[in-house]
Nanobody, 125 residues
């Protein structure tokens, strides 16, 4: 599965931004999709994930600010980011893996076998 992430850019603190992840597969509805990010000088970290039936999970630092969603008809997952902070500055990556019938945590990057190229989000103070 090829993934194309987009939507990044330079924003100001407090702004909103929506990232998109388009998958090149007829079986998008069978996939879990996760968003990860890597800030400068830091390890890649989990941000949010949505499983094949639409259940979501996210890391504590973005709860109440970010929301993950999916549109199976468009083969697309989204990450809506609100109230952006300078510490959200990072390259954001979407990832996917087959999810139907599995018991997956979906927060571990090792679970994912397809990755997008990343999209940069820079939040100025």
């Amino acid at each position: 599965v090829q993934l194309q992430a987009s939507g990044g850019g330079l924003v100001q603190a407090g702004d909103s931004r929506r990232l998109s992840c388009v998958a090149s597969t007829r079986f998008f509805n069978r996939l879990a999709v996760g968003w990860f990010r890597r800030a400068p000088g830091k390890e890649r970290e989990f941000v949010a994930a949505i499983n094949w039936i639409g259940d979501t999970t996210c890391t504590d630092s973005i709860k109440g600010r970010f929301a993950i969603s999916r549109d199976n008809a468009r083969n697309t997952a989204y990450l809506k980011m609100n109230i952006l902070k300078p510490e959200d500055t990072a390259t954001y990556y979407c990832a996917a893996h087959e999810d139907v019938g599995g018991r997956h945590d979906n927060t571990l990057d090792s679970e994912y076998d397809s990755w997008g190229q990343g999209t940069q989000v820079t939040v100025s103070s």
